[in-house]
Nanobody, 121 residues
Framework: QVQLVESGGGLVQAGGSLGLSCAASGSIFSINAMGWYRQAPGKQRELVATITRGGSTTYADSVKGRFTISRDNAKNTVYLQMNSLKPEDTAIYYC???????????????WGQGTQVTVSS
């Protein structure tokens, strides 16, 4: 079994910063791309940022220049550094690993349980 566990959410004032972490654990052989999504109340889940195993990144236009995604392959961990936060960044943030190669020769899609980020104005 494989688990993704996020941490680092919380409450911050507009203009502030928060860092999120997502650690994958369990029967992992390797993980390809990883990403962060978010879902605000009453809205659909949206992609925030992705990073390949080699470190190539993509970002939603709404977070470009403010958020930075990174990863540590040895720790099976992905990070999201969020700067210049805005009230519209308020959401539950989810970690996603769509292609996890397991030790039992499976290729699985996993989501974390989510962590709340609230930005006050």
């Amino acid at each position: 079994q494989v688990q993704l566990v996020e941490s680092g959410g919380g409450l911050v004032q507009a203009g502030g910063s928060l860092g999120l972490s997502c650690a994958a654990s369990g029967s992992i052989f390797s993980i390809n791309a990883m990403g962060w999504y978010r879902q605000a109340p009453g809205k659909q889940r949206e992609l925030v940022a992705t990073i390949t195993r080699g470190g190539s990144t993509t970002y939603a236009d709404s977070v470009k220049g403010r958020f930075t995604i990174s990863r540590d392959n040895a720790k099976n961990t992905v990070y999201l550094q969020m700067n210049s936060l805005k009230p519209e960044d308020t959401a539950i943030y989810y970690c996603h690993a769509p292609r996890v190669f397991t030790t039992w020769n499976g290729v699985m899609d996993y989501w974390g349980q989510g962590t709340q980020v609230t930005v006050s104005s």
